[in-house]
Structures are given as structure tokens and as C-alpha cells.
């Protein structure tokens, strides 16, 4: 970092110029730029243009090169339980029914509580920003506990307002879980980093009277809606006993289909189900690694895609993945997408990168602000190291970045034009605290372990 007061006051003042090796803008019809450097002025991207005209140009508060890396848009995890990341590994090798009955809901009837979800958004924060995610859409219990530890860290977060129609320790019944989020929503109204939706947990645990009341809920504050959905058999084949309908179609009747609904999953549908979903207008959130360790099955990505659907990736919980890594999800989602269709050309690395990025930004509403490195959006960065030997040679930045890179090769993070994580340290977390928080729950969890 270098201080350029000293250069000729003719220059116009930033107060952060970033220049990289490369930029991987993920702006429409926007080549690699190579040699290039982000302006930022109160968090917000000015300009992008040649380094030597940069240099001329503007007079920066803080310099930062970054000769051996790329610079990507923060990259977004469009579906997620931060508030489970201190249940990694609590019960793997499980399928999805038996995983949820006898382990993870016992556990969390145990040990959720406000500040237990506090401490454990603060670790997946953690994690999420050393990895170069800067956004998070959240479904889970305590949303103004979660976003104190948002705000924390310093993340962008979608934080889901969860309901269900049985009781937990956060609240009693289905309108309970309405007003209780309604009241956090109100809580961070003016936070110009937290976002919200109604987050109806799935299909199997929400009545049709509660999607009515979401529905209306919906679109009188003009929220989005995020849920899961057909991640499994059993899931359909129980919402056809019970309702006659496969769960995709009992949404749509209810209307809860459209641009503002995200869901999370998406494994097994049938084609007109796909042209369902592109022409509401509805986006998917592909959890490929959470879906495989719970042996829900392969979402069929490369057949939504060429439906028209917007999907982007999520990692799921930490609980069932268990990492909360975009750079795994892309490199796996493109692999699978190409191994299930028989065809190396499907879901190319640049596509990779737009659903981890600019196609997450879009299912949130957020495209207008993040996704992509363009003039007027927010600086939500992140630098990608390319000299290490395992990153070495490099002939194509974007297919090094999800064939080659890990989250381990991320040096810095920034949210809002705001250096958030630079090489191991984090500008609002303490490791010790990280530590602390570990120590004091894993105790607590253990005796849930199978």
C-alpha cells in the first residue's frame, strides 16, 4: 500500500485505487482486462482504466498492487445457514430425512438461542470472507442476532426471515415466525448492507395456509421469497400423497412463483417444471456439494440454464457440505454439469464465474448495486493470488479461477470499497474471539454427535 499525497494536485482525489494483473470485470461483453486499475470514491467504482492512466489521473488516499493476482466481483453464496457452521461434521453420512430428524434438529432444539446464532454467523462470516465472499443469502433462526455479526464482519447479507409451522426455541407457531421476522426486517430497514426475504423453510414443513399468508406478506413490503425445494424424492413423493401435487406446482398455485423467488436446490425436476421456473422468472441457487454428501442427487443445471433460469451457487450449511466455499461449488458444479450431459462445452468457466457472481446479484435484486466490476456499482472485491506453484503456469485468468484456484489463494476482500480480509487477518474479527466462540459450543453440540 503506498500513500500518493505527494503526487501533482492537477489529479483528481480517490480514495482507493486497486491495480491488479488482471480484472475479471463479469460485465456484459466485457473482455479480461489486463494491467488495469479500479478507482473507488466513497465505496462506490468510478472508473476502470489503464494503470499509466490512472497513475496520471487521480491521486489516491491508499494505493494497493496486486502485480500477481486477479480481481474478481465478491463472490456470492446464494443459499446458506451461517447459524449452522458450529454443527460442521456433527452427523455426516447421512441422507437428508434421517440427517434432519434425528441429529440436526435435535441439536439445534438443544443449543439455538439468539446468541448462539450470533456466535456461529460470526465464524461463517469468517469464513465466507477469507474465501472471498462478500454476500450471503441466509435462511435461519435469529435474523437481527445474525446481523449483528454481519455487520461485524462487514459482509452484505440477504438475511432470510424463516418460518415454519412447528415450534422451536426462536418461536411458537407459523405467525409467530412472521411477526418475529417482520420486526428484525424493521430493525435494519436503513443498513445499506442487509437485505431481506421470507424465507418459508420448504415445502414439507409449511401449511398452505401459511404460503398464503407469505404471499400476501410478500407483496405488501415487497420482499423476496427464499425456500427449498424439490432437493429430494422423498420430499415430492410425500407432497403428492398428501396434496396431490408435486411441490413446484402447489408454490405455483399459491403464487408464490415469480422474479423474487429464489430456490434453493432444484435436484430433481421434470422439463416443464424447468419451463416453469424461467417463465416466472424464478431463480435457482445449485448446491452441488451439499446435495451430493446428503445423496439428494445432481441438480440438472445444464438443462436450466438452456431453459433460461437463472441459477447461481450456494454452498448450503456447513453442517451438511461442509465448507462455505464458492471457489468448491464452481469448480464442481461445472464438472458435473459437464459429466451429466456428455459434453466438455457445458457450463464453461465464465459462466462458472457469472453464477457465482452476477447471476447470485441478480436473484437478489442486488445486480444493480454488485455481481460485477462496472462504473457506479459497489466495490465488493475480491484479489485471487496466481504465483503460487500449484497456480502455475496460467494461460486463461477465468478458468484458472474455477479449475485451479481454491479459497486458500484469496489475499484480500473488500465490501463496500472497505478492506475487509487481508492475508489471514480480518478488519473486525479477533481469532481469539473465533476461538472463544468454538470452545464455548462445541462442548455443548458434542453430545449430538453420532
Same mark, same amino acid.
Given at each position: ?39 473507488? $470514491? ?16 487521480? !491521486? ?19 443459499? !446458506? ?12 453420512? $447421512? ?32 469464513? &465466507? ?49 412472521? $411477526? ?29 395456509? !401459511? ?8 407483496? $405488501? ?52 417444471? &424447468? ?128 479449475? !485451479? ?46
Amino acid at each position: 500500500m503506498t500513500n500518493l499525497s505527494t503526487l501533482p494536485h492537477s489529479t483528481i482525489h480517490a480514495d482507493l485505487v486497486i491495480e491488479a494483473h488482471w480484472i475479471a470485470a463479469v460485465a456484459p461483453d466485457q473482455p479480461l482486462l489486463e494491467n488495469y486499475a479500479v478507482v473507488i $470514491q466513497a465505496g462506490i467504482i468510478v472508473e476502470l482504466l489503464p494503470q499509466a492512466e490512472a497513475k496520471k489521473k487521480y !491521486t489516491a488516499a491508499e494505493l494497493v498492487s496486486l502485480d500477481d493476482h486477479v480481481l474478481i466481483p465478491g463472490l456470492i453464496n446464494l443459499h !446458506t445457514h451461517a447459524g449452522m457452521s458450529l454443527m460442521r461434521g456433527l452427523a455426516d453420512d $447421512q441422507p437428508l430425512m434421517a440427517w434432519l430428524n434425528n441429529h440436526i434438529w435435535p441439536a439445534e432444539h438443544a443449543v439455538v438461542s439468539e446468541r448462539y446464532v450470533q456466535d456461529a454467523t460470526l465464524l461463517a462470516c469468517a469464513e &465466507m470472507l477469507s474465501g472471498g465472499i462478500t454476500c450471503f443469502n441466509e435462511m435461519y433462526f435469529y435474523p437481527q442476532a445474525a446481523a449483528i455479526s454481519t455487520n461485524q464482519a462487514g459482509m452484505r447479507a440477504n438475511l432470510g426471515l424463516v418460518v415454519l409451522d412447528f415450534p422451536s426455541a426462536y418461536a411458537s407457531d407459523a405467525d409467530d415466525y412472521l $411477526q418475529k421476522g417482520f420486526v428484525a426486517h424493521d430493525s435494519w430497514r436503513n443498513d445499506a448492507l442487509i437485505t431481506s426475504s421470507i424465507a418459508p423453510h420448504a415445502p414439507y414443513t409449511v401449511s398452505n395456509q !401459511t404460503f398464503e399468508s407469505i404471499v400476501t406478506y410478500a407483496e $405488501q413490503l415487497g420482499l423476496g421469497i427464499h425456500t427449498h425445494l424439490h432437493e429430494t424424492r422423498d420430499e415430492i413423493a410425500q407432497s403428492e400423497a398428501q396434496y396431490g401435487l408435486r411441490p413446484l406446482q402447489r408454490l405455483a398455485e399459491f403464487g408464490l412463483l415469480g422474479p423474487n423467488f429464489v430456490a434453493a436446490h432444484c435436484v430433481h425436476l421434470h422439463n416443464n417444471e &424447468m419451463e416453469m421456473l424461467a417463465e416466472y422468472g424464478c431463480h435457482v441457487a445449485h448446491c452441488p456439494t451439499s446435495n451430493l454428501k446428503l445423496a439428494s442427487g445432481v441438480a440438472p443445471v445444464a438443462k436450466l440454464l438452456a431453459a433460461g433460469v437463472n441459477v447461481g451457487f450456494g454452498t448450503d450449511g456447513a453442517a451438511s457440505n461442509n465448507r462455505m466455499d464458492i471457489f468448491s461449488e464452481m469448480r464442481l458444479g461445472a464438472l458435473l454439469a459437464k459429466g451429466m450431459s456428455e459434453d466438455a462445452s457445458v457450463l464453461p468457466a465464465h459462466q462458472a464465474l457469472e453464477m457465482a457472481t452476477l447471476n447470485a446479484a441478480k436473484a437478489l435484486g442486488l445486480d444493480h448495486k454488485i455481481g460485477s466490476i462496472e462504473v457506479g456499482k459497489c466495490a465488493d472485491l475480491a484479489a485471487v493470488r496466481l504465483s503460487d506453484l500449484e497456480t502455475t503456469p496460467c494461460y486463461d485468468p477465468i478458468s484458472h479461477l474455477v479449475y !485451479t484456484c481454491g479459497r486458500e489463494h484469496v489475499t484480500h476482500t473488500w465490501v463496500a470499497g472497505e478492506l475487509r480480509y487481508n492475508n489471514g487477518l480480518y478488519a473486525n474479527i479477533e481469532p481469539s474471539e473465533l476461538k472463544e466462540i468454538i470452545k464455548t459450543w462445541q462442548p455443548k453440540l458434542w453430545k449430538h454427535k453420532q
